[in-house]
């Protein structure tokens, strides 16, 4: 069998890129990392190379606990470092320990067993929601304190887009693991592959050992973070897809560890530079420059990754977070990335906590919005009509601008290119996907202009609703339905996942007025007027680049009169 794998590697490059010295280094990495993971999980001092110093302070031990990312052994050398830095600092003993798995090292750190934890990010999130851990400060890598998980393959594959995985052979890491299994499931997820749809699923814990079981063509996909993939491009590895950013391991507390002391940690953590501790960042990571401080929210990114897959719910909301409703046109994910610097921004002028709350469909957004669930909402023109004809929402605070069509924006069509479809009649009788009957650039404007054209979209067509731009336009593309109806700047969204000559534009629609930015009828007067100063003077590039959008101006509901107008009374009868 091993002589097979050598061969398919040596004939599949047809240049000879890897020589028989390169792959047989490869299959004894292989051996090594299993070897390893056979070690026991209580390593001996005496093995490790790092020369032990002893301490004689008289404070209690401070007990750190390692996620096992690596072989029990390898975990504690990496450390061992840090633990004598943090020696000196707190004048206490350090005492490393590797836990045996995930589930084990959220226990400990909740239960006290341990007082301080490293953990990646999904762990934290975890830890958090049971046991009220405390963030400390996360690891900042070649100077950002983000990271991001990776889908690979072989160079010669013949894998070129995420939407050519599926019927294939996945491998993934830790089942608990952020890089090696939350990430990239998610990530499959947004463009509508489940774990279901490949041939086989295996998780094989370190992401060593997935990177190289692509290489050597046992698996044809792997998810693994970028720092890992990195290592192996040169051996014939490949990145097809790049996750969004993710906060970085971080160091949490027990909450039973006094504040003081907590502090203490925290400040001696951030005092770490690449400059005068070079030799205790790189020994638990090559590219770690340094450490910032970790906040709470940093992690609420993953906790919609988590939510959406899983189900649980570790979102925090205090009692005084004031907050924002977002109309779900696009993923969780992708809707957190580019709305989660304007609440930042919001937060730090009005001096409350801004935080996102993202339904999980159009009807979800609706019912928080009319419940008075929270404090302001983004919403399309047609959604917010409806909302403040029956008193939901108080005001419109700003209406947003977007290159390249102002305070405007139209709807599409959208067929196969290679499909039967070739005029506006050809629809009838036709199965097509719209966003939501709630939206007013993925259905209603659409509807409006096929009516004029004498098709009757709701009786002549097979409408089905995919709640999300992304899921109509893949539709399409894999021909599961004739055609989409999705707002037009939606279909820049998968030009990297799939080949966009593929589809079509049959019909481009009217304009519509641009979305709205609005208080609902909770929200303090005071506090409206506060965010409404903030919207209309941001002109922070970067936040509104996140969104974006090019700018706020102001709005009244005089701008959605005529929209208003031409929305049939039968529309609002339906819905």
């Known amino acids: 069998m091993r002589s097979q794998k050598l061969e398919v590697i040596i004939k599949s490059k047809g240049k000879s890129i890897y020589s028989l010295c390169s792959v047989f280094c490869l299959l004894c990495s292989v051996l090594c990392l299993f070897a390893c993971s056979c070690q026991s999980n209580t390593p001996n001092p005496e093995n490790n190379k790092t020369k032990h110093i002893p301490s004689d302070f008289n404070a209690p031990p401070l007990i750190l606990s390692i996620l096992p990312v690596e072989s029990a052994g390898a975990m504690y050398e990496r450390f061992v470092p840090l633990k004598y830095y943090l020696e000196n600092v707190l004048k206490r003993p350090v005492i490393i320990k590797v836990a045996r798995d995930y589930e084990t090292a959220i226990h400990e750190i909740g239960s006290g067993q341990v007082h301080m934890a490293f953990l990646d990010p999904s762990a934290y999130c975890e830890a958090r929601y049971k046991y009220k851990v405390v963030p400390l400060a996360k690891a900042v890598m070649n100077n950002v304190s983000t990271y991001r998980s990776v889908i690979i393959t072989r160079t010669n594959s013949g894998i070129n887009r995420i939407i050519d995985s599926m019927g294939k052979r996945l491998a993934l890491g830790n089942l608990r693991s952020s890089s090696s299994y939350l990430i990239p499931v998610v990530t499959f997820k947004e463009v509508g592959i489940n774990l279901k749809d490949f041939s086989s699923v295996d998780y094989l814990q370190q992401e060593d ?48 560890l006094p504040s003081g002391l907590r502090e203490q940690i925290t400040r001696s953590l951030l005092s770490l530079s690449a400059k005068q501790h070079g030799k205790i960042l790189s020994s638990i990571n090559r590219d770690f420059t340094g450490f910032v401080k970790a906040e ?28 924002v409703a977002i109309l779900p046109r696009y993923s969780a994910i992708t809707l957190f990335d580019r709305f989660d610097p304007l609440m930042r921004y919001l937060s730090k002028k009005t001096g409350y906590e801004f935080k996102l709350v993202i339904p999980k469909d159009f009807e979800d957004f609706v019912r928080v919005v009319r419940n008075a669930e929270v404090d302001f909402s983004y919403q399309n023109p047609y959604v917010y009509i409806q909302l403040a004809e029956e008193d939901s929402i108080k005001d419109i605070l700003a209406m947003t601008i977007q290159s390249p069509t102002g305070d405007k924006f139209r709807g599409v069509i959208i067929t196969r290119a290679d499909g039967l479809i070739k005029d506006i009649k050809d629809l009838k009788q036709k199965k097509a996907m719209i966003v939501s009957y709630r939206s007013a650039g993925g259905y209603l404007v659409q509807k409006l202009f096929l009516s004029k054209h004498g098709i009757n979209a709701d009786k002549d067509m097979k409408l089905i609703e995919g709640n999300r731009h992304e899921t109509v336009i893949l539709n399409v593309y894999l021909g599961k339905v004739d055609a989409g109806f999705v707002r037009e700047p939606s279909l820049s969204e998968l030009k ?26 909770r929200t303090n007067p005071r506090l409206s007027e506060q965010v409404k100063k903030a919207l209309l003077e941001l002109n922070d590039r970067k936040i509104l680049d996140a969104a974006e959008i090019e700018r706020f101006r102001d709005s009244t509901d005089k701008d959605f009169e005529q929209f208003r107008e031409s929305i049939e009374s039968d529309v609002f009868k339906k819905n």
Request: a neutral charge.
């Open 496 to 521: 990297e996942e799939i080949n966009m000559d593929k589809i079509s534009i049959l019909v481009r629609t009217p304009y519509l007025p641009n979305w709205p930015f609005t208080a609902t009828k």
């Open 209 to 256: 050992r997935v990177a190289l079981s692509v290489l050597i063509g046992s698996h044809d996909l792997g998810g693994i973070s970028e720092s890992v993939a990195e290592r192996y491009i040169a051996d014939g590895l490949k990145i097809i897809k790049t996750s969004e950013a993710i906060p970085q391991f971080s160091f949490c507390a027990s909450d039973s």
């Open 296 to 323: 709470d929210r940093d992690f609420d990114v993953v906790r919609i990754m988590i939510k959406n897959l899983k189900g649980d719910d570790y979102l925090e909301y205090g009692k005084k977070t004031i907050k």
